[in-house]
């Protein structure tokens, strides 16, 4: 009886309440996850997808993988345009942050409209943006002529080099919204005072928010940027409507990349093994996600 | 702390829950019901699938279902296929057969996972050259015997044929032919391309500063690789030996197009629809193209004034042929589906769907009387002689996908036709051996 009762004491009756998630987490991530990991190191194709002969050939396909220049390229496009878009669209989010924060007519109505990248559907984006890259029925172009930066029309989507630079292009019109409104949350939670006895002491701009603000949001800044490397990492949706991978295979991402061995190719076990690649860096981003914000309630 | 720890750690989970599903979700969102395929479904599909069901149920209490995947955007082709399956469930009150709309771009996607998942129609009407695989699969009902076939185009069979063993029956037949803009033409007092070199030439002459000679899709996938055949073949190469000659002189072909700037870039981003679209806005003069965007271009630009020749050649006449196959799916309401079958492979039928579609029949008998002398289709029948399929081979999307980056290689300017060829021969000596 009392073993009962010390049972549902408080801290448990949480775990119990966590109980149902859990479970469900199990059924619906736990179990594709793991079917995923034992997909890889079987040789499983379309001859092979239904009979259910599958036999397992270890690491076979993570060794073919890294040999295939396709995936090594995907793996470097994923991360180099992560890495671009992060600091681009941080930048640009945070100044933009800081600049809405003032106290000005319009600041909060502008701010809001500024939202609309964020909320419009990605394909939409995409879309728009492939057809503003077109070569010679893009507006980009057009300016550029007009502007006589250029005599020739460049080749945007169908050059390998600019084909990323347009997708990044992209992705930062879309995250600057997602930097901006969590930084201006961070923001407000600073509390004025420290700014007024700051300039009371004679503390100029740059030493307030070097010394102020960028401390003060340490916490904040961190979880934008994780939760932006997730988000940028994770891409598909707008590299597979502005490009589908190419020219070339040059704009290939781990996830476009996987879906195509998958799906197009028939080579699941290929393709499962890509995916978990791109698993086990986003696992590892997310550990230090949990640490990063665990410590930040410890303080 | 623990429990903090805990909570943390379960969000965060539940955030990668978010990324991992990502494609997955979709996929099941779009996942059509088996049994009630007016529940839940693309809003495209909702519509005939509702009506298909009312016809089912009015027709017969307890008739067994069977259902049909097919990926027809294209409203005249739903709404015709429609009216082929009400005409059948009113005939009998046997079976029941309602349609599916799956997009094509998840076509491939939805087949597998319902291979795996145990959750196929009993009838798929698929694009030719994936059949073999599917086939290879296990999934298809052989039918040796079950239908006459041997009135229908070599081609259309050779689709469906694996081992020797029929897995199919060819729904409809298409190639590529060369369109031309007729008014452009006169104006730059150039004749109708038979060869590749007169090709060029009619295309330089076409070229001004807004407007390009030729296109083509060439995006790359096998909508691309579809429509690089043609002049791979024409140069006597076939799809597994690239790297000679006549490979190299058919990739050498396209980047002197690219080259002398009569062809765009773009093509490498249009399909086949975007390429007609260019055709009929007057963007570009001459097109490769199939017989199925005769309708639109008819309907939305009536007075464009073109005409269709065969492909010019290199060494000999070659297009690719293109089509659906309907194929049955083993273990289920197999009975069901040659009932069918039989009933919309008859020959009155088959003229009916073909004339509604834009199709040219895969029944050479059917075909040859189908259409008038001065019909646009007419020289599409006339292209089918020299149309040859891709495949069929299980591994085909393989071979596809290297022939799609070599000449995507080359047009690019990423590779020389050489490197390509050879890169590509790599590959497909890979899979085919």
Redesign the interface.
């Known amino acids: 009886m009392a073993k009962i009762k010390k049972f549902f004491r408080y801290e448990n009756v949480g775990m119990l309440f966590v109980l149902p998630a859990f479970l469900y987490m199990l059924a619906f991530v736990g179990y594709p996850i793991i079917h995923n990991i034992i997909l890889s190191f079987q040789d499983v194709n379309a001859g092979n997808l239904v009979k259910g002969t599958r036999n397992f050939v270890l690491f076979d396909n993570y060794l073919e993988l890294f040999g295939d220049s396709v995936f090594t390229t995907s793996l470097w496009n994923t991360l180099r345009f992560t890495v671009s878009c992060l600091v681009f669209q941080f930048i640009a989010g945070f100044a933009l942050a800081l600049f809405f924060s003032k106290r000005f007519s319009l600041a909060r109505p502008v701010r809001g409209i500024l939202l609309v990248p964020w909320m419009i559907p990605i394909t939409v984006t995409a879309l728009m943006f492939k057809l503003l890259f077109a070569t010679d029925i893009g507006i980009i172009n057009f300016l550029l002529r007009s502007l006589h930066l250029i005599d020739k029309n460049i080749e945007w989507l169908t050059t390998p080099g600019t084909a990323m630079f347009a997708l990044i292009c992209a992705n930062v019109w879309i995250g600057i919204p997602f930097n901006m409104i969590l930084i201006s949350t961070g923001l407000t939670t600073i509390p004025k005072e420290l700014y007024e006895s700051a300039s009371i002491d004679g503390a100029g701009k740059v030493q307030t928010f070097r010394r102020i603000t960028l401390p003060l949001l340490k916490p904040t800044i961190e979880s934008v940027l994780i939760l932006g490397f997730i988000y940028t990492f994770k891409v598909y949706d707008l590299v597979y409507v502005m490009t589908s991978g190419g020219p070339v295979n040059a704009t290939h991402m781990l996830s476009t990349y996987s879906y195509k061995l998958s799906f197009e190719m028939f080579k699941y076990s290929k393709g499962s093994a890509a995916a978990n690649v791109l698993l086990v860096i986003l696992l590892f981003v997310g550990v230090f996600y949990i640490k990063a914000t665990t410590e930040g309630e410890n303080e | 702390?623990?429990?903090?720890?805990?909570?943390?750690?379960?969000t965060?989970?539940?955030?990668?829950?978010g990324?991992?599903?990502?494609?997955?979700s979709k996929g099941a969102e779009s996942t059509p019901a088996k049994d009630a395929p007016a529940a839940d479904g693309p809003a495209a599909a909702q519509e005939d699938a509702a009506a298909e069901s009312d016809s089912g149920t009015a027709s017969a209490g307890d008739a067994q279902p069977v259902t049909i995947w097919y990926y027809w955007e294209n409203e005249g082709h739903q709404m015709t296929l429609d009216q082929l399956i009400q005409e059948y469930n009113g005939s009998q009150n046997q079976y029941a057969v309602t349609a599916k709309y799956v997009p094509f771009a998840d076509f491939?996607?939805q087949l597998?996972i319902g291979?795996?998942a145990d959750e196929l129609p009993d009838i798929a009407i698929l694009d030719s050259p994936d059949h073999a695989?599917?086939v290879?699969?296990?999934?298809f009902e052989d039918l040796t015997g079950k239908f006459d076939v041997s009135n229908y185009y070599e081609g259309t069979v050779n689709s469906c044929t694996v081992d020797g063993k029929l897995y199919g029956v060819p729904f409809g037949a298409n190639c590529l032919a060369l369109y031309y803009n007729e008014d452009m033409l006169t104006a730059a007092g150039g004749s109708v391309p038979t060869t590749w070199d007169e090709l060029l030439e009619t295309a330089k002459a076409l070229t001004t500063d807004s407007v390009s000679g030729l296109a083509f899709c060439s995006?790359?996938?096998?909508e691309g690789t579809f429509n690089f055949v043609p002049w791979l073949w024409s140069t006597g190469a076939t799809s597994y030996d690239i790297n000679n000659e006549n490979g190299i002189r058919a990739l050498t072909y396209i980047q002197n197009l690219i080259k002398e700037g009569v062809m765009?870039?773009?093509c490498?981003?249009w399909t086949q629809g975007d390429v007609m679209n260019q055709f009929i806005a007057g963007?570009v003069a001459m097109m490769v193209n199939g017989p199925w965007q005769i309708p639109t271009m008819q309907s939305e630009a009536p007075d464009l004034n073109w005409k269709v020749t065969l492909i010019p050649q290199d060494a000999q006449y070659a297009s690719v042929l293109g089509g659906e196959n309907y194929a049955v799916v083993n273990g289920k309401n197999v009975d069901g589906a040659l009932d069918f079958l039989t009933y919309a492979t008859s020959g009155e039928k088959v003229k009916f769907m073909m004339d509604q579609f834009g199709y040219i029949s895969a029944d050479k008998t059917i075909a040859e009387s189908q259409f008038a002398e001065d019909s646009p289709y007419y020289p599409f029948v006339e292209e089918l002689n020299y149309a040859m399929p891709r495949g069929p081979l299980?591994g085909w999307?393989?071979v596809s996908?290297a022939i799609s980056?070599a000449f995507?290689?080359v047009?690019?300017g990423?590779?020389t036709p050489e490197n390509a060829a050879a890169q590509a021969q790599t590959t497909i000596d890979g899979i085919v051996k």
């Not at chain 2, 702390?1 to 379960?10: C, N």
């Not at chain 2, 995006?219 to 096998?222: P, S």
């Open positions: 702390m623990k429990k903090k720890k805990l909570t943390a750690l379960l965060a989970m539940a955030m990668m829950t990324i991992l599903s990502g494609c997955g491939k996607k597998s291979a795996s695989s599917y290879d699969m296990g999934i995006v790359q996938n096998e765009s870039k773009e490498i981003n963007n299980a999307p393989g996908d980056l995507n290689q047009i690019t990423t590779a």
